[in-house]
């Protein structure tokens, strides 16, 4: 099966393309990476040119602008990249008969729920930043572009608080704030009202390679690693793994100065996989992830 990724040099896209090199139906070529200059969000139309070029089968779209504080101050930026330029890449591939699987967030829901329950796929989205907005408008572009066609496959994998190599995830900019606290003798402040589900990479790549394994990437498929969290707990988990001497302070988000609002209540119901199994909890993952990332922030220091 030839599967290309877009984002390729992404947190995901890196991942993607590592699981998918070790995947039995990848073939001796191995999947197609399309980096930024491959497929540019600002430039969406160049995707025409590598789709009739590499021929894939199915598409991966993991390239977005995953800046949620850049999205709130410039939303039609926002729309443009993660909105129009999922819906060309759509409209590309279903005019192709290509399968694809775009990459969407817990930011599509509005976090307000109370019940304790994580959302599901067919609860209604309601985003509150722009970030949000602009995955949404990618995911109905993307339906709007299969139900016209009517050929070729559509999936939505909506995933959460992604961590891994390469830095600037949260554990790392976490482990960066602790050395300033802990350098001005001051607590490191962390938010305790807002909730996810931090989700590594590879673990979301590998159940992504089971959905294409099953040829199960139609409907939208909710995709997280295990167990609750809140951010100050995740950051208490990375403080704790680096040794680092510092003072956690939990503090609301209502003190938290920053351009977008997070959903409070960012939890993902997560949908059956083909093999029946969940994603393990996340702090099982993060104890896989740890050493590379206390690597990385001991190169920076
Ligand atoms: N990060 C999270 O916590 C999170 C949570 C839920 C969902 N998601 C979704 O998961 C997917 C992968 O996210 P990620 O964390 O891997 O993101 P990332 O590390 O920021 O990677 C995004 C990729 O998009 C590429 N890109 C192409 N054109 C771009 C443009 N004009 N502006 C900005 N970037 C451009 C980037 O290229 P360069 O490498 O050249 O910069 C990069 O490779 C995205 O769809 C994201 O919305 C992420």
Redesign the pocket.
């Known amino acids: 099966m030839r599967v290309a990724v ?8 890196r991942a993607l393309v590592s699981a998918l090199a070790d995947a039995p139906f990848s073939g001796p070529a191995g999947p197609i990476a399309w ?2 200059a491959a ?4 430039a969406p139309e160049g995707v025409l040119e590598c789709l009739d070029r590499d021929r894939p089968e199915v598409v991966i ?7 949620v504080d850049g999205c709130a101050l410039d939303p039609e930026l926002a729309l443009r ?2 909105g129009t330029a999922t819906g060309t890449l759509a409209e590309a591939c279903a005019a192709r008969s290509i399968d694809l699987l775009a ?5 599509v829901f509005d976090g307000r729920r109370t019940d304790g329950r994580g959302y599901a796929p067919d609860d209604r989205p309601a985003p509150v930043n722009p970030y949000g907005a602009s ?1 949404l408008e990618g995911e109905r572009l993307a339906t709007h572009a299969y139900e016209s066609a009517k050929a070729g496959s559509l999936g939505i994998v ?6 891994g190599t390469p830095g600037r ?1 949260f554990p790392s900019r976490i482990l960066e704030a602790a050395d300033h606290a802990a350098a001005a003798g001051e607590p490191l402040r962390a938010v305790a009202d807002e909730w996810g589900t931090p ?1 590594y ?1 590879h673990d979301l790549a590998e159940a992504i390679v089971e959905l294409l394994a099953a040829d199960a990437i139609a409907g939208i498929h909710h995709v997280v690693n295990g167990h609750v969290a809140s951010r100050a707990e995740w950051a208490r988990d990375v403080v704790r793994r680096a040794g680092a001497e510092v003072v956690i302070n939990e503090v609301s988000s209502t003190s938290w100065q920053r351009p977008s609002t997070p959903p409070r209540w960012g939890i993902l119901a997560p949908t059956p996989l083909p093999s029946g199994e969940p994603l393990r909890a996340w702090p099982d993952a993060m104890a896989d992830y740890a050493p590379a990332l206390l690597r990385a922030t001991r190169a920076r220091a």
């Open positions: 877009t984002g390729a040099s992404g947190r995901l896209g980096d930024r497929f540019d969000l600002d779209h993991a390239a977005a602008w995953s800046d990249r993660n990459i969407s967030t817990n930011e995955k909506r995933t959460a608080w992604l961590f995830d989700t990479v």
